[in-house]
């Protein structure tokens, strides 16, 4: 039987607008490290050649990222909820897979950072009593979002369980 | 007391004997400085001898009004507690949210009878202190009557008790055996002692040199010969090691008790100059941890530490301790003994885990060393730097074997069991019934490889126990049998290759 099991992916898709997202977020990032080295460039280019290449490998990486990792994420980043639990699939060179029984669940917030917001999206968390097991499902549509969150504030309270 | 709450108890303050405890303890702190005035007789100033006096009655002042303004209460519900004057605070406790009592006394504490009562809640919050309550100090009589009115509660109030069979009597599950001292210096504690026999020396100079010159003893050490000064720190490092980690151990658990109790709380006592009593409710063990660091386990020994919700972070500040180090027959007994099981899950047979998760390990130990190495080579740095990195090849290519040997799992009928760790072995059952969830992790190259790492998390321990590099069918299914019902409705058979499944990604 062995290589027979594997994990599905969850049923649904984060909004589109996360590719946007984290494309945005990634330039932000790529720009934090790349801005100090162009200007240290413009200041003493000449006498030091080594940094126009950590600037040109920095680019070409950065730009790699920016292009490549939005659109890999949002092929990985999946949610599903059913009667009984929450499973989300996130990461892109690194997968994880969670789940969470609705019984064990504790808190269900919404945070929507300003990036988030210029986009419409929110991400739900989802925390159990342990410390190590929030379920955090990232790029949601806003409405959707708050419809979950309504939706599994719902059932965690009909579900009985004492979440440890 | 007020008519319209005559059931109300009365707001209590602390034990006035603290009045004496806060300034000799204050003082206490300053002995190693006052012990070097005395001896070297420093003529000081009147300014000073005056400085010297505000500074006690400041510090005498400051236990008074601590002492005024502190309150605490227990009613029928909460545990309340008020203190400060100009920043006034007050807590206060829900009693079914308490989850812990514990009681410990320094040296100054015991000389006046008292005892420092630590109230819990279990819950731990990041930076919030809200969650705890420090009552410093009680008499020792009114703190071991507070312990047991506070945890007798708990255990009365559990309807739903049902796991472990409660014995109308205490049992006592393990004492201390001196031959265990034999562990000691296989521990921490004895790079605790050097570190703390450095620091000391090293601030008594300090103050020392601020203060006289010593006679010249300064000048005298450093005309010393170096073979010398190299052969004294090679004798005197390893003495202070062997003889500071004697003495941390036997500080530490003297008279070391571990005890069942009526009601259901497990309950350690040890100590000889500071005494500890930690409290730990059965219903909230989950599991034990049979911890097996490098030089202990090459002395055959281990710790045992109890994996229980409501202690604060991995190891609860050690609250989870159950057992000094010692031998690691009787440390999976332990743990046996605290599951109440006849035979420990965590000495069971695990399985191993595949071949290819040594090839990780080895790569992992290697490359980075090769890759050190050539950076070496091409830096501006004499060759032989190069070279030398490579000898730490061996080093880690046994650690990385040792990782390996260390990988297993295995899944008995109340238990998870897994195991892992370079150097430092880390065994844990876990109970099947206290996993609150999965996180199954892949990275780019356990994903070629085929392999995952599956993790239970749980409200107690460290929150999250993993089984590492497993075949991604097997890591599934252990987690599927684990506990039924809860990963099974998300995974799915390959039938001829093909998935039959609603979305099938890619």
Redesign the interface.
């Known amino acids: 039987m062995r290589g027979s099991l594997r994990l599905r992916p969850p049923r649904h898709l984060v909004s589109r607008r996360a590719i946007m997202w984290w494309t945005a977020q990634a330039a932000l990032e790529v720009a934090a490290v790349l801005i100090p080295l162009v200007v240290g460039l413009i200041v003493w280019g000449g006498a030091r050649p080594w940094l126009a290449g950590v600037t040109a490998a920095v680019a070409v990486v950065g730009l790699g990222y920016v292009l490549v990792m939005p659109r890999w994420r949002f092929r990985v980043h999946r949610w599903e909820t059913t009667d009984d639990a929450v499973y989300t699939s996130t990461g892109w060179i690194s997968q994880e897979w969670r789940v969470a029984p609705m019984s064990r669940i504790q808190t269900v917030d919404t945070e929507r950072g300003p990036l988030q917001q210029l986009f419409g999206l929110a991400t739900v968390t989802v925390t159990t009593a342990s410390a190590a097991g929030a379920l955090r499902l990232t790029g949601l549509d806003r409405a959707l979002a708050e419809d979950l969150v309504e939706q599994l504030t719902y059932t965690t309270q009909a579900t009985p369980g004492d979440a440890t | 007391m007020t008519e319209a709450a005559p059931r109300e108890p009365e707001w209590q303050r602390l034990d006035p004997r603290m009045l004496a405890v806060t300034p000799l303890r204050q003082l206490a702190g300053f002995l190693p400085v006052i012990a070097v005035v005395l001896v070297i007789g420093v003529g000081q100033d009147l300014r000073g001898r005056l400085y010297g006096l505000l500074g006690v009655l400041v510090v005498v002042l400051a236990g008074v009004l601590r002492w005024l303004t502190t309150r605490y209460r227990i009613t029928n519900e909460r545990v309340e507690l008020r203190s400060g004057l100009l920043f006034r605070s007050a807590r206060s406790i829900p009693r079914d949210r308490i989850r812990s009592v514990d009681v410990t006394a320094g040296p100054v504490h015991r000389l006046f009878g008292l005892s420092v009562c630590k109230i819990g809640t279990g819950e ?1 919050t990041e930076g919030d202190e809200s969650h705890e309550l420090t009552l410093d100090a009680v008499s020792a009589t009114e703190a071991d009557h507070m312990r047991q009115r506070l945890l007798e509660r708990l255990a009365a109030d559990d309807p739903n008790h049902s796991g472990v069979s409660v014995p109308s009597t205490a049992t006592e599950l393990a004492t201390l055996n001196w031959s265990w001292l034999r562990f000691a210096p296989l521990t921490v504690s004895s790079l605790v002692a050097v570190g703390a026999v450095a620091g000391a020396f090293g601030q008594l100079i300090g103050e020392v040199s601020d203060v006289a010159d010593l006679g010249g003893v300064r000048e005298k050490l450093s005309m010393a010969p170096l073979w010398l000064s190299v052969a004294a720190f090679a004798v005197l490092v390893p003495v202070i090691a062997l003889v500071g980690s004697v003495l941390i151990f036997v500080e530490a658990w003297w008279g070391f008790r571990l005890v069942r109790e009526p009601g259901g709380t497990l309950r350690i006592r040890r100590g000889l100059f500071t005494t500890r009593s930690v409290s730990l409710e059965e219903r909230r063990v989950r599991g034990v941890e049979v911890v097996e660091p490098l030089l202990l386990r090459a002395g055959r020994g281990a710790r045992t530490t109890a994996v229980a ?1 409501g202690l604060g972070g991995r190891h609860g500040h050690g609250r989870g301790t159950l057992l000094p180090p010692a031998p690691r027959g009787e440390a999976h007994r332990v743990a046996g003994a605290v599951l109440t099981e006849d035979f420990s899950p965590t000495s069971a047979t695990l399985r191993r885990h595949p071949l290819v998760a040594l090839r990780r390990r080895l790569v992992r130990a290697v490359l980075p060393v090769l890759a050190g190495s050539a950076v070496l080579w091409l830096a501006p740095v004499p060759a032989w730097a190069a070279w030398a990195t490579l000898g730490l090849l061996p080093v880690t290519v046994l650690l990385a074997l040792d990782a390996y040997r260390n990988l297993g799992h295995a899944l008995s009928s109340r238990y998870l069991v897994t195991r892992h760790g370079a150097g430092v072995r880390d065994t844990v059952a876990l109970q099947r019934s206290g996993v ?9 190259f356990q ?1 070629r490889a ?1 392999l995952v790492t599956v ?1 239970a ?4 321990g ?3 126990y993993h089984v590492i590099d497993v ?4 890591g ?2 252990v987690a599927e049998q684990a506990v039924p ?3 099974g ?6 039938v001829g290759g093909a ?1 039959h ?6």
Request: hydrophobic share 40%.
């Open positions: 731990h919700t609150i969830g999965w996180t199954v992790s892949q990275s780019f994903r085929g993790t998390t749980t409200a107690a460290g929150g999250a075949w991604t069918a097997d599934l299914a019902g809860l990963l409705p998300f995974l799915q058979h390959d998935a499944t609603l979305s099938s990604r890619l």
